[in-house]
């Protein structure tokens, strides 16, 4: 599958995920490829595909306590990576508090 241009957004989170993560194998963003994006209306699914093996149980990786603000959404938003086999997966973000989310990548910082 043909990759596309990771948004500022997934790069920054990607960029987070391997600062938190990098002594687990945690890739640099520019090693990793976004094969699709879904928006659900509720959040995102980039699906991931990268050579590097991180060495995590299966399971979603997360933010540390760390959350994404964006303008629009009051209650703002998470962000987790999918880990199976030692690959990454789905890069997920969703809304919290039930908000809808139209995936347009308004005023943003992650705290």
Known sequence: ??????TALETALLDRFHQLYRA???????L????QRE???GGRYAHLE???????????LDL???????????NGMMAVVLVKG?????????????DS?????RAWKIV
Not at 64 to 74: Q, S, T
Not at 90 to 97: A, D, F, K, S
């Open 39 to 41: 928006n659900t209306g």
């Open 50 to 60: 990268c050579d590097a093996l991180v060495r995590v149980d299966d399971g979603y």
């Open 24 to 30: 687990n194998g945690f890739p640099v963003a520019d």
């Open 32 to 35: 990793i490829n976004v094969a």
């Open 64 to 74: 540390a306590g760390g959350f994404i603000e964006m303008e629009g959404l009051p």
């Open 86 to 98: 030692g690959r990454l997966r789905i890069l997920e973000l969703t809304v919290y508090g039930g």
């Open 101 to 105: 989310w139209d995936g347009e990548e």
């Open 1 to 6: 599958m043909k990759a596309i241009n990771q």
